[in-house]
């Protein structure tokens, strides 16, 4: 069996062997003409299908030491079928442990001695690295033999348990000769001994059935053999042949067991047609399982487990081939019923649902029978794990292709499958099952799939520090969650995480082609071009090669690059990327690939080079397709934006008639790229025209192009100052969601915004709650635009309410965990000053202060504005101390003269200040400072010569500015002739 024969040649070699002639005891070195033997026998060999399968009830669990020195054969061989021999070689290993320890602890002096025979001869086998070894054993073996009585039947078949515990650091072929071998000479002992033969050779049947690959032949082979021995096989033997046909999903043949025993007047007994039903099952004909279930009543054999279980499986089959939920119902009605009969299920019985409702994608019934599973007692195994945690992250996928983003519902049921999954995942490893990759994959893709790189980050810290597998997905997961992270927030720190998550695996794994375009993308989303040009020389020195996508994802690196600078050099850089695959020709560049480069010309509004590549590509024989076009609507929208030229719309609507004329469906982008282009050129009736347009066409239009809309018709509502546009961008919010379509954060903020731009404080309030309501969180500009609309309306009315409500609204932020910035409290205090209140402007600076917020220009010019407002001299002086106290402020001359506006204005009733002294300390701080003064403070230092002509220092002051050099002044307000006759 050692040579490298083919496995006709292997299967007849064994074959002969069973035969027990001579050739059972020849030397490994059998030469090929004795190995080719007779022809093999065709009649029996059956199809061999890996199909799911439902088992009888397993054997009695094996000791835990087991797992630690198990030992795999290679299966599939014909004649003694190797998982065969590993399956009854475990169970001997284990018996013979157990009689070990109970001969020591019984303390008996003999029993002693062969406990301590067989623990040697039980390590000899065990540190057995070759066929040496393994022979010092088999002579040890014999020598435990020899001295045992033949009649001592139990102690005899240990020995020859003991002598199969071939070491697991062996060869797979040393290990394998070397039980065919012992198991040979077993058999033989078993004739010369009279041992039970029964109970070995049903033993070794139901190893051919519990096989990973079943093995019918070698059943057949082993049941001849029995024969020979004079084994008479009863309803219990017959089964269990039975099984060895139907988990091969041999109908036929598991038929003709049960013809040759009721031939042989055996009374067949469950087992025989638990595996009739069986066989039907994995062939997926339901109704020669139920009619064989009849028929098992019709005898009046009790339906036990293995019989439901066979049932149960055929139902489920049928639900996972044909994806059929009637089908899986029908199972869940037979378990019902082995319920109701007294018949306990096993965890074969469960995972046949649970594996049912998995194949139909739906995660609830699969977790109610788990959760079923548990509460009934019954242990899951590793494969019903694996099928809970694959059910349950594939319902975390949530379809971006629906209608709208995902609505509430849909983003709780992901957290809550993706939950579920991590803690089937935690179960399965505390159960003591052990973790596979494509598991732990799942579980880690799950919640990087909704951008939450925390907790898969926790799972993927597993592999390094618990010793989980990994294998090069699990690593090109983390890589993509990166690079989809790094899309969306442009941190270049997950592009470096990305690159070193990339260096880990290749001193693991095999970088591949997908973890590498991964990595570069990462980079490109960051707009870091050096560090994906270094990752694709990488590659390229790897020895992978690079794909389209490759380049796709480095062509948009300087795509990404040339759009934050606006850097021409950027699109030469994507341009010489894509000539060179031109030229190269190893790698033909996409529609993809020619849209980036377009993409990233449209990005920095250069439509003439979008255009150029547009007719290269039709050069070249490539249709344009929907996108493309988008991308070039996309650039004269730009255009347009940037140089308010409504040729660019036009020429973007040209873009239609030729789609049109080559027979090119315009899609949702092209719609919305186009309505959008109209919307920032204030051009909203033709915005409109353009959404009807869409809607006749049968095109959807999506939350983006909605958000143009609004934001079309709010921008032309803050212009004229007219709510009746502010209106209109309302009522597409409302048809947006009669549509079901579910508007996101930018299409309440915008409203907020707009409301508040227009002074209407009740409709900011408003859109604001409905935003809340719509369970989206408000973000820290949804309450700028609200704070902003109370300031706006406290100005209006003259009352300090609104500036109460926006206190409150800064507590509600600090309570959901946000700090307000100074823009919020700047426009507060703006407010108030206006109102005139500088008690309540001095108290919001200090609860600014409170909160580590500190003042700014603008903050000072509002309370300076607030002093002049109350012509308090005092408050004024109190905060040009505070302004010339605070680290790292930089007043400009515009916030000089509201000082000394405030000065010129002030007065103290206590008569202890004096405004002119003042008014000199602000000249000399402008002078340290090097402020230049304009006309707004010659006006001020005028007001000031007006209010006292007989002091000198107005005088002094007006000099001091006509001698800087302003000139061309020119008074305006109501005090301009007053100012002018003073000059």
């Not at 050069?619 to 004269?636: E, F, G, K, N, R």
Request: glycine share 6%; net charge neutral.
């Amino acid at each position: 069996f050692g040579l490298s024969r083919s496995r006709h040649e292997l299967k007849v070699a064994a074959a002969s062997c069973l035969d027990g002639g001579p050739q059972a005891h020849r030397p490994v070195s059998t030469t090929k003409a004795t190995l080719m033997g007779p022809p093999p026998r065709q009649q029996r060999r059956a199809l061999h299908f890996r199909l799911p399968r439902a088992r009888p009830p397993p054997p009695p669990p094996r000791s835990p030491s087991h797992q630690r020195r198990s030992f795999t054969l290679t299966s599939g061989m014909g004649g003694l079928n190797a998982a065969a021999s590993e399956s009854a070689a475990r169970d001997a290993c284990d018996e013979a442990e157990s009689a070990a320890a109970a001969a020591v602890s019984s303390g008996q002096e003999e029993a002693k001695g062969f406990a301590a025979e067989l623990e040697q001869l039980t390590a000899m086998a065990g540190q057995a690295r070759n066929l040496s070894d393994i022979e010092r054993a088999r002579k040890a073996r014999d020598r435990v033999l020899q001295g045992l009585d033949k009649a001592d039947i139990a102690r005899r078949r240990l020995v020859h348990g003991a002598c199969l515990h071939v070491a697991s650091s062996a060869s797979s072929d040393v290990r394998e000769q070397m039980a065919r071998k012992i198991y040979l000479e077993m058999v033989d002992d078993i004739q010369e001994a009279n041992l039970d033969m029964k109970d070995t050779f049903l033993k070794l049947l139901r190893a051919c059935a519990y096989a990973e690959r079943p093995a019918p032949t070698t059943a057949v082979d082993w049941a001849e053999k029995a024969q020979r021995m004079g084994l008479e096989f009863d309803a219990e033997l017959f089964g269990a042949l039975a099984w060895c046909h139907a988990a091969a999903a041999d109908s036929d043949k598991a038929e003709e067991v049960y013809n040759t025993a009721r031939e042989a007047g055996v009374r067949p007994g469950e087992g025989l047609f638990s595996a009739l039903i069986h066989a039907a099952a994995l062939r997926g004909d339901v109704d020669h399982a139920e009619r064989w279930f009849r028929e098992m009543g019709s005898a009046q054999v009790p339906a036990g487990t293995a019989a439901y279980n066979a049932l149960i499986c055929a139902h489920s089959v049928t639900a996972r081939r044909s994806r059929d939920e009637p089908a899986a119902r029908a199972a869940e009605r037979v378990l019902g019923e082995m319920r109701a009969a007294g018949v306990r299920p096993d965890e074969a019985s469960f995972h046949s649902l649970v594996e049912a409702w998995d194949r139909l994608d739906d995660a609830d019934r699969a977790g109610y029978w788990f959760g079923e599973m548990k509460r009934a007692g019954v242990e899951p195994k590793e494969r019903t794990y694996k099928a809970i945690i694959a059910v349950h992250t594939r319902k975390c996928k949530l379809d971006d292709s629906a209608e709208g983003a995902e609505d509430a519902e849909d983003a709780e049921a992901a957290a809550a499958a993706a939950e579920a999954a991590a803690q089937a995942l935690e179960e399965m490893a505390a159960k003591g099952h052990e973790v596979d990759a494509v598991a732990l994959n799942a579980v880690i893709d799950s919640f990087a799939q909704r951008g939450d790189l925390e907790r898969a980050g926790r799972y993927f810290e597993r592999v390094r520090r618990a010793g989980w597998p990994s294998n090069p997905a699990t690593y090109s997961i983390m890589i993509h969650a990166h690079a989809e992270r790094s899309k969306a927030t442009h941190d270049p720190g997950h592009a470096r995480e990305a690159e070193r998550l990339l260096r880990e695996m290749r001193g693991r794994h095999a970088a591949d082609g997908i973890a590498f375009t991964a990595a570069i993308d990462a980079c490109a989303n960051a707009g870091d071009t050096g560090r994906a040009g270094r990752l694709f020389r990488e590659m390229k020195e790897a020895g992978v090669e690079p794909n389209v996508q490759t380049y796709n994802a480095l062509i948009n690196a300087h795509a990404k690059r040339a759009k934050m600078r606006r850097d021409p050099k950027q699109i030469d850089a994507a341009e010489r990327i894509l000539q060179a695959m031109l030229n190269d020709g190893a790698v033909e560049p996409s529609k993809n690939t020619i849209d980036t480069v377009m993409h990233a010309c449209a990005q920095i509004g250069d439509v003439d080079r979008a255009r150029r590549w547009f007719d290269e590509m039709k050069d070249a024989d490539m249709q344009p397709s929907a996108h493309t076009y988008a991308v070039l609507i996309d650039a004269h929208a730009k255009r347009g934006k940037e140089t308010r030229d409504e040729a660019q719309v036009k020429m973007a609507e040209q873009m239609f008639q030729l789609m049109n004329e080559e027979n090119i469906q315009p899609d949702r982008v092209c719609y919305t790229a186009l309505i959008d282009a109209c919307a920032q050129l204030g051009n909203v009736e033709r915005a409109k025209f353009w959404l009807h347009k869409m809607v006749n066409a049968g095109v959807q239009p999506n939350d983006h192009t909605y958000n143009a809309l609004i934001n079309a018709y709010a921008q032309h509502g803050r212009k004229t100052r007219n709510r009746k546009y502010v209106k209109e961008a309302e009522q597409f919010l409302e048809e947006m969601q009669e549509k079901g379509i579910v508007p996101d954060a930018l299409s309440f903020k915008m409203l907020i915004n707009t409301s508040a731009q227009v002074g209407d404080v009740d409709r900011a309030e408003k859109w604001f709650n409905r935003m809340k309501g719509s369970n989206i969180e408000p973000d820290i500009h949804a309450y700028g635009h609200l704070i902003n609309a109370f300031a706006k309306n406290a100005v209006q009315s003259r009352s300090e309410l609104p500036i109460k409500k926006a206190g409150m609204i800064i507590l509600e932020m600090r309570d959901n965990g946000m700090k307000p910035n100074i823009v919020m409290f700047n426009t507060i205090v703006d407010a108030v000053a206006k109102i005139g209140n500088i008690t309540l402007a001095a108290r919001w600076v200090k609860a600014m202060e409170s909160v580590g917020v500190e003042p700014d220009e603008r903050t000072f010019n509002s309370l300076f504005i607030a002093s002049a407002k109350s012509q308090s001299l005092k408050f004024a002086i109190s905060a040009f101390e505070k302004m010339k106290k605070s680290i790292g402020l930089k007043p400009n001359q515009y916030l000089f003269a509201t000082i000394m506006n405030a000065c010129a204005d002030g007065v103290d009733e206590s008569g202890s200040v004096d405004y002119l002294d003042f008014a000199e300390e602000i000249v000399n701080e402008m002078v340290q400072r090097s402020i230049k003064p304009n006309a707004f403070h010659l006006s001020m230092f005028l007001k000031l010569y007006r209010r006292n002509p007989k002091d000198i220092r107005p005088k002094m002051w007006v000099q001091w500015i006509l001698k800087r050099g302003v000139k061309n002044i020119e008074f305006q307000g109501q005090d301009q002739d007053k100012n002018r006759k003073a000059l």
